[in-house]
């Protein structure tokens, strides 16, 4: 009989003290579980949108820089030198893919309304470059002769405020005629700024072969610009978007494009802008 009672004795369960500090180091374990569950959650949509915002950024300023490195181009080195850009827009009101919409514009309005690149060049019919046969859209422009043709990229956004309405379109113009060879199409998404400024120089020196005569000594936004031969260079900054609302995000931010004005915003999308400046290799003086 002691044998049974001092065995009874060796197996008594746990006491109410025991297992109140066992509940209370569960409830500290888990609490500590789940708030590393939930900030690595909310850094992996914060990682992904800022991502997201980044790489719409390197697709559109690749883009953008192999379209603007075209400016200036014409077939033949005797010919009269070809503006790097359209002239400032005659009526702002007519914009793309209306008639005379073929024109540079500038606007320091930031997110209303941002700026637009038309890119001059002369299309060559013997050119054995494909790019040179295709829109900017990427569609046969059928032109047979030596045609001044205008590319013109501007931003469209619409009112879902998702990411994919805020886009970058493009058509191209005949610059004889004003009117768009075929449709307007979209880049690219998720891009909400442009703002442009153009390298000017003094123009040619007396001195000839000087190398002064390549030197960019201003750098002005399209209604500044003095002489469009005289451009030798551009400066583009983009600003793009996520296309869904991302945790830990400042609940108002604003980000500055070059001459525009601040580009305010009262959301938690992850942005991300981007400047870019592009030497023009058809420009310079011969």
Known sequence: MNRISRG????????????MIAGLLSVIIAYFVGNVVISSNSSAATNSGSSEAQESARFISSWLQEEIRRAGYSPSVDATTVPSFAAICADPAIVPPAAN?????????????????????VFDPDTSA???????????????NQTSVVDV????????????DNELRCVTYNEDTGLAIGNAQAIAT?????QVLYGESDGPSAVAGSEELKNVTR??????????????????SILTRSFSDTPNNPDRRSFILLDGEPYTFDDQIARYPLTITVDLPNKGWR
């Open 219 to 236: 750098y002005v936004n399209a209604t500044a610009v003095t002489d469009w031969n005289n451009v030798l260079s551009t400066r583009f």
């Open 130 to 144: 494909a790019r040179d046969l295709l829109t900017c859209t990427g569609a046969a422009h059928g032109l047979a």
């Open 101 to 121: 919409a073929d024109c540079s514009y500038d606007s320091t309005m930031g997110v209303a309304i941002n700026d637009r690149i038309a890119i001059q060049w």
């Open 153 to 164: 990229y501007w931003i469209e956004s619409g009112n879902d405020n998702n990411g994919y």
């Open 190 to 194: 998720g891009i909400i700024g442009l």
């Open 8 to 19: 009874l004795k060796l197996q008594s369960g746990l006491t109410l003290i025991e297992l």
